[in-house]
């Protein structure tokens, strides 16, 4: 069965730190990647997906970027955070535009 | 750009009675629906998936329909329990690299025992 691991499960940040949130999945091959972030009172808006190995899009303009160095593996980092960065965020995957299974999620606080 | 909707915000029911949850999208050239569950703090739990051909979708007490044309789905659950306390959203997917999801804002329900 496949399996969606997110860590950390939470993270607090001084405001101008960098950030590296990972993302893994387990037992499947190739699946379509995904960042959200859920702030309070803006829902949950998409940040970047990834089809493949190094392709990556960018939904929304903002100091993140993402990158998928191995087929399972993707990675949200930020060279320098800013407080509104704060938030919970989930990455899912997919496999042919079916069914999303999303991750456990990391809190992140930027103070 | 597509907009989905979600009313209301938030539901309040004994337990026993049945939800209706409604869901609203502006574009209907949508590739599939989701459902999805949140518990306080938690990731989200897929409910049911609704493919742009489909009509309805079922899975044990819970209950989906899609009308594309009017840009509306409603999620029913019959006979609540405390346990159906949570957070649901609905998510329309475009279906063009990948499956973009966009979000509603939700409806936080809590079923009173």
């Known amino acids: 069965s496949q399996t969606i691991h997110q860590w950390p499960a939470t993270l607090v940040q001084p405001v101008g730190s960098p950030l590296s949130l990972e993302c893994t999945v387990e037992?499947?091959?190739?699946?379509?990647l995904y960042w959200y972030r859920q702030a309070a009172g803006r829902g949950l808006q998409l940040l970047f997906y990834?089809?493949?190995?190094?392709?990556i899009s960018s939904e929304v303009p903002q100091n993140l970027s993402a990158s998928r160095p191995q087929d399972r593996q993707f990675i949200l980092s930020s060279k320098k955070l800013l407080l509104s960065d704060s938030g919970f965020y989930l990455c899912a995957w997919d496999s042919y535009q079916e069914t999303q299974y999303f991750g456990p999620g990391t809190r992140l606080l930027v103070l | 750009k597509q907009e989905v909707t979600q009313i209301p915000a938030a539901l309040s029911v004994p337990e026993g009675e049945n939800l209706v949850l409604n869901c609203s999208f502006t574009d209907s050239a949508i590739y599939n629906l989701q459902w999805f569950r949140q518990d306080p703090g938690k990731g989200l739990t897929s409910l049911l998936l609704i493919q742009s051909s489909q009509r309805e979708q079922t899975s044990g007490r819970l209950n989906a329909s899609l009308d594309k044309s009017s840009g509306r789905s409603t999620l029913y659950i019959a006979a609540s329990q405390p346990g159906d306390s949570a957070t649901y959203l609905c998510?329309?997917?475009?279906?063009?690299?990948?499956?973009?999801?966009?979000f509603g804002g939700g409806t936080r329900v809590l079923v009173k025992p």
């Open positions: 990834s089809v493949g190995i190094g392709q």
């Open positions: 037992g499947t091959s190739n699946p379509n």
């Open positions: 998510a329309v997917g475009d279906g063009a690299a990948g499956n973009k999801l966009t």
